[in-house]
């Protein structure tokens, strides 16, 4: 196979000199978002997100003729090698095709055709196999009886002789590529309901005697059947017609040979109930499962991405509020950059300590000493009542003193995770489990990447039966879009921490610890250029890291971009082209540069400053702002200052509400009433979307309409469909 045509027919966005090019860049150990951001020439500029699908496709394809030359090998070594099968071995283009091919050579387990060959009965099954309509099968069933051998009767030859043909037909490539395509387009996934009295079983009733074609059946609900299955809860199976399987079976085998045809038959027919079905059926799953959990990953890679990226509230004095009933709310004040204040516990929500009236006072008290601006509370356990509480409490500061503080509720999904890590309690030895969830639940509103990327990903709450998924898979997924927004933003290199700096470019953990134990031994970095001597940090991780590491006070304005060193002197010609200085960037006075290199032309800039037009651009937008953090033009968090109930909703009411998680069937929106609401697919939009993710993502501020509220099972329908809106339009029509 031709790696590079197949990549390029696979990406046709991807010319074949560029396509060559990523494949050279990767091969020399460049990482993706080096790739992505500095090497756009050499790309065409694609993005990190096609470069990682480019990168996975390729590792998948080498792998792939790294497997058909060991199949090669080991069937040439056998001697066994025939045209036919190198011819089927090159058209190859999965590994599940390729495993086809070599069954039948592949060294089994005992079977109980290995046993008849043992018995030296592949003649006779072959002699069956030729049907011959004038042949005496019994007779030459008998010369091969051999009580030595276990084959006592005749009968006992023939049924040996049916275990190799059986066996024969279930190792066809082309029977079961056959089959395992009929099944895919017209089988169906039933299910039926088992343990039914108990409790745990509910969450299955609508699997209690249900059935889906496979090629229908969403990724959702086969991986809530996998689960119901594990859970011991559900009967499962892939069914198709039987009758139509054997005859497939058996096309490329029968003739009409009479008795022999009869013995064909029924060894294809044992051959597809006990060797081919079980077989199939399990690829069937395994394809399926395989498919919905790299859909349920992609749901996880594009809830992460946004959660991550939320805009941070800077500079922003904030009490994080960490909400319990019998042990009280953990409280934590922490300044603008996230430094530890003050902490203590209050007890505002039932339990046996509660004293809303000393909880109000204590926090009263400590924003006027602080000059909190913000409170950010926890959506766990006793949420409501805090969030209650915390509202009332503003209402009293707003009446008392005229000062305005707002609230808003975060997911604290992963806190108590963070908390009792091994790094929680390096960074807060001295507190307890709950005061450093409390520290973390404030610190996520004001920077949620640098504090999310020290929670293991699967523990953040967005997405859908992470648990289940491969873990290896979720784990390098995951990485990629930690890596991805780390160095889409930068890092400010005096002041990152370990969980940050190791999902740079070029940095891992243990350089990471490096950076950080040699600033605070040295002192902060002045210049990019000195993280040079940190130990274990060459020149080939420099290269990869240092556009995306930033010092805000350096001794080089342009160690506070996205430029790379590489292409400072380029950098400073281009501001000496257009009469600035290095001055003039550190105050903010090169405004009207790119419309001077608009008017002077990119291309003729580029040439005479040394540069690619697109890496002109880049340096361009970047030397005009430097220290611009990418998230400041994300719509912020929804402030909130009042609490409405589930039932203060009616159906119609109009509300603004955050995309709290995306899932194939829709949204789940926080509207302020603690219990998110559900906006279904069919309720996004008019138009037709394939997926709820081509128009939300997570943190997305959004109007939304009440369709319907139960309270009773705590759930709330909602709408993004304008209800007054359509009812003008369908009068209108009228």
């Known amino acids: ?281 399990r690829e069937i799953r395994a394809a399926l499962t395989e498919t919905a959990s790299e859909q349920a990953i992609k749901m996880f890679e594009v809830n992460l991405k946004p959660l991550l990226m939320q805009p941070p509230v800077k500079d922003k004095i904030t009490l994080g509020l960490d909400p319990a009933y019998r042990t009280g709310c953990k409280i934590a004040v922490v300044d603008g950059t996230g430094k530890v204040l003050d902490k203590t516990v209050v007890y505002p929500t039932p339990g046996p300590k509660q004293n809303i009236e000393a909880a109000k006072s204590k926090l009263k008290e400590l924003i006027a000493k602080y000059n909190v601006d913000i409170i950010s509370i926890g959506n766990g356990t006793a949420s409501k009542e805090s969030e209650i509480f915390v509202a009332d409490l503003i209402k009293e500061i707003k009446a008392e003193t005229g000062r305005d503080v707002a609230y808003v509720v975060v997911s604290e999904a992963g806190a108590s995770v963070y908390s009792a890590s091994p790094l929680g309690a390096e960074e807060f030895p001295d507190f307890d489990v709950a005061e450093r969830s409390a520290v973390s639940i404030a610190r996520r509103l004001q920077d949620p990447l640098a504090e999310l990327i020290k929670i293991d990903p699967k523990s953040i709450g967005v997405g859908q039966y992470q648990h289940d998924m491969d873990k290896k898979r979720l784990d390098n997924v995951l990485a990629g879009v930690l890596e991805d927004c780390v160095n889409s933003v930068g890092v400010d290199l005096n002041t990152a921490s370990v969980s940050l700096l190791k999902y740079v470019a070029g940095l891992n ?47 080089n304005i342009l160690d506070n971009t996205a430029v790379h060193p590489e292409s400072y002197a380029a950098a400073e010609k281009l501001l000496k082209l257009f009469g600035y200085t290095a001055e003039d960037v550190k105050n903010g006075k090169i405004a009207e540069l790119p419309k001077k290199v608009k008017e002077y032309g990119a291309e003729k800039a580029a040439a005479e400053t040394g540069l690619d037009v697109p890496t002109l651009n880049d340096i361009v937008s970047e030397i005009i702002k430097p220290g611009r953090d990418i998230r400041e033009s994300l719509p912020k968090p929804v402030l909130r200052q009042d ?92």
């Not at 609508?206 to 074609?213: K, L, N, P, R, T």
């Open 643 to 734: 609490i409405m109930d589930i039932n203060d909703l009616a159906p119609g009411m109009e509300l603004t509400g955050t995309v709290r998680n995306v899932v194939d069937f829709g949204a789940f929106v926080d509207i302020g009433v603690h219990q998110d609401g559900l906006v279904h697919i069919s309720e996004i939009t008019d138009r037709y979307i394939k997926h709820p993710s081509d128009v939300l993502e997570v943190g997305q501020p959004v109007t939304v309409w009440v369709k319907d509220v139960d309270v009773k099972k705590n759930r709330i329908g909602l709408t993004m469909k304008n209800p007054a809106a359509k009812k003008k339009a369908a009068a209108k029509a009228q």
């Open 509 to 555: 953990a243990g350089i990471a610890k490096n950076i950080v134990t040699y600033r605070e031994k040295n002192g902060k970095f002045v210049s990019r250029k000195d993280i040079l001597n940190v130990p274990k940090l060459g020149e080939k991780a420099f290269t990869q890291c240092a556009g995306f590491l930033r010092i805000t006070d350096g001794s």
């Open 1 to 281: 196979m031709d790696i590079l045509k197949k990549l390029t027919e696979e990406f046709p966005s991807i010319r074949e000199d560029r396509a060559q090019n990523i494949i050279n860049l990767i091969d020399e150990g460049n990482t993706i978002p080096f790739i992505a951001r500095y090497r756009k020439e050499m790309t065409g500029s694609c993005d990190d997100q096609v470069l990682r699908e480019f990168n996975d496709r390729l590792l998948y394809l080498r792998n792939l003729e790294k497997r058909k030359e060991e199949v090669a090998k080991s069937i040439t070594d056998q001697g066994k090698m025939t045209d036919e099968i190198r011819v089927a071995l090159d058209a190859a283009t999965t590994l599940t095709e390729v495993e086809d091919i070599y069954r039948p050579y592949k060294q089994k387990k005992k079977t109980r055709a290995s046993i008849a060959i043992e018995r030296g009965l592949q003649p006779l099954a072959d002699f069956i196999l030729a049907q011959d309509k004038n042949a005496d099968v019994r007779a030459e069933a008998e010369k091969y009886i051999d009580a030595e051998k276990g084959v006592a009767t005749a009968d006992d030859a023939i049924a040996g002789a049916k275990d190799i043909i059986a066996e024969i037909v279930s190792d066809d490539a082309n029977v079961r590529k056959k089959l395992r395509n009929l099944f895919m387009k017209n089988g169906e996934i039933e299910t039926k309901l088992v343990n039914a009295d108990k409790d745990e079983a509910k969450v299955y009733e609508m699997y209690a005697d249900y059935s889906e074609s496979v090629a229908e059946i969403k990724s959702h609900r086969v991986l809530a059947v996998n689960r119901g299955e594990k859970e011991g809860f559900l009967k499962v199976k892939v069914s198709f017609n039987d009758e139509i399987a054997k005859r497939i079976a058996g096309a490329g085998y029968l003739k009409d040979g009479g008795y022999s045809t009869q013995l064909v038959k029924e060894a294809v027919e044992d051959g597809y109930d006990r060797l081919i079905y079980p077989s199939i059926e």
